[in-house]
């Protein structure tokens, strides 16, 4: 070989290996990730540890509770005349809408009632005969009543009004405020059975922090944080074969120490813990605004207040000031592999939410060029609905969710069923949604959990197994839900330390 070519071929070996060492660093090579959601840590979820609530007073009635009030005298319901924006009665033998109130918690015993049209209940100046009306837009003294419950059955109660008096049922049309008795005999008019619509409490980050209030809430969240999640997990991730945390957060992490009522503070310098032990343990994070201000779904772990959902373009600048907030605190740490802007909308208007998507993937640039930018596809529209819109930016990221559970089709499904369905019909929506310079898809949440009632340990190892096969073909990866949960086939931790799956 002469000189000359073997110094070309010299140049050229140089030349292929730095481009492929490029070609390697655009690529990722921690991608794709194999991450678990830190779910429950800075995003409150009841249902994965119940026991969060227990020291609550009235626990029961929790904000957004629904609760209906049946004058025990006139065994009639009280009932907002139209839904809201008129006075209150009781003459309904049935309780449905209007005769539903949603409490929004004042303290351990005094509420506001919201009405269907989301107005609140009002008690009317005495020289309007202390009536009650529905037909307030904004709560506060004037709406504000407490709930009186009886020491041997707290669903009889007896409600006062802010004048310091209790209402009265006199009747059927004629709600007013103005008792003094104390009876809790059934045919007096101030008492009430009330319905507390179990299935409708919310246990969320707004639910815990003003159940326990100002007083209690900051020690039990600081409590929560500094041992729910520690360096030990990420230790025993990067052990057992996971290169990613996605970490759920809330808005008002972005105006930590001193969030609006009832977050606490303290949670942003955990989070910086959080950073610090995936540096040394080599683990990458995604950072997901999990609760947009408003509630961008109307569920408990967007924060909501009360089920509504109210996120829509007046709420556009906050969203995008936290994800701004965010990237500019931890653009500079090597762990940091994207910001998810949203998590799970549903119900939002599509353009309203590109519109955000557009300045919130802005909000990020502006502190990294590097870092990906995760979009959620909305959970009330087809999986292809961002793709074409995500495709003009770049490093960005589709987030869709794969849950064999939430609709009938899994109701009956038996193991092999669930089995095929992962590797048939998973497989084929994720190569679909999978273009060669499109957004990377990645599978951020997914669960063990399933419909089938009676199966074997193998099963569940199979059916481990096969998700973990085909959400790998994901180009971003995947994020099971969730690290930690009382409930075991929700908690990655407990399905390793048990055998059920393995990762490395
Ligand atoms: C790959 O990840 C590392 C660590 O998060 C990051 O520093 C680097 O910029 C990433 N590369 C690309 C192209 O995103
Ligand atoms: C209840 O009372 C209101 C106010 O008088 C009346 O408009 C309404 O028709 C009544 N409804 C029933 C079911 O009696
Ligand atoms: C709760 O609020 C009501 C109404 O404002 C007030 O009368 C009561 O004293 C408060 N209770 C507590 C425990 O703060």
């Not at 990906?372 to 959970?379: A, Q």
């Not at 959990?449 to 180009?475: G, L, N, P, T």
């Not at 929700?490 to 399905?495: G, P, R, Y």
Request: hydrophobic letters at 40%; aromatic letters at 12%.
């Amino acid at each position: 070989m002469s000189s000359q070519l073997f110094y070309a071929n010299l140049l050229l070996f140089f030349y292929l290996s730095c481009c492929h060492f490029a070609l390697s660093q655009t690529e990722n090579s921690s991608l794709p990730l194999k991450a678990v959601n830190l779910g429950n840590w800075f995003v409150i979820e009841g249902w994965m540890k119940p026991s969060l609530f227990d020291g609550i007073t009235n626990k029961d009635l929790l904000d957004g509770t629904q609760v209906q009030f049946m004058s025990t005298k006139l065994q009639k319901y009280l009932c907002a005349e139209h839904g809201g924006g008129s006075i209150v009665v009781a003459n309904r033998t049935k309780a449905s809408g209007w005769e539903t109130f949603r409490l929004w918690r004042v303290n351990e015993t005094a509420f506001n009632f919201r009405v269907s049209s989301k107005q609140f209940v009002r008690l009317t100046n005495q020289d309007e005969g202390n009536a009650l009306l529905a037909d307030s837009d904004s709560p506060s003294d004037m709406e504000t009543f407490e709930i009186l419950r009886n020491d041997d059955d707290p669903n009889r109660v007896r409600i006062r009004a802010p004048n310091g008096q209790f209402l009265q049922a006199i009747s059927e049309t004629v709600v007013l405020a103005n008792y003094q008795g104390s009876s809790w005999d059934d045919s007096d008019p101030s008492v009430f059975k009330m319905n507390v619509l179990t299935g409708t409490i919310i246990r969320g980050e707004y639910q815990i922090t003003n159940g326990y209030g100002p007083d209690k809430a900051p020690k039990i969240m600081r409590d929560h944080w500094n041992t729910y999640i520690t360096e030990e997990d990420f230790n025993f991730m990067s052990e057992n074969g996971l290169n990613g945390v996605r970490i759920p957060v809330g808005w008002w992490i972005a105006q930590d120490p001193t969030p609006p009522k009832p977050f606490v503070g303290g949670a942003l310098e955990v989070l910086d813990n959080a950073f610090t032990w995936a540096e040394k343990h080599g683990i990458k994070v995604i950072v997901d605004l999990h609760a947009a201000p408003g509630s961008q779904n109307g569920k408990p772990h967007s924060a909501s207040r009360d089920g509504y959902l109210e996120w829509g373009d007046s709420y556009i600048s906050d969203t995008v000031a936290a994800i701004d907030f965010l990237a500019e605190r931890y653009a500079s740490s090597p762990s940091l592999i994207a910001i998810e802007l949203m998590n799970e909308p549903q119900g939002v208007n599509l353009e309203s939410l590109k519109s955000y998507y557009q300045a919130g993937y802005n909000a990020v640039r502006k502190h990294s060029s590097s870092a990906y930018v995760i979009m959620s596809n909305p959970l009330d529209r087809d999986s292809k609905v961002l793709l074409s819109f995500a495709g003009a930016f770049s490093n960005v990221v589709i987030d869709v969710h794969y849950y064999n559970l939430f609709s009938d089709r899994f109701s009956n499904m038996n193991v092999q069923q669930n089995i095929d369905f992962v590797k048939k019909q998973r497989a084929s929506d994720l190569s679909t949604l999978t273009t060669s310079n499109g957004p990377l898809i990645f599978v951020g949440e997914w669960s063990g959990d399933w419909k089938v009632q009676k199966a074997s340990k193998k099963d569940h190892q199979k059916f481990m197994q096969v998700q973990v096969e085909v959400y790998s073909r994901a180009r971003f990866g995947w994020a099971y839900w969730a690290y930690k949960c009382d409930s075991n086939f929700w908690s990655i931790k407990w399905l390793i330390e048990n055998n059920h799956v393995k990762l490395n």
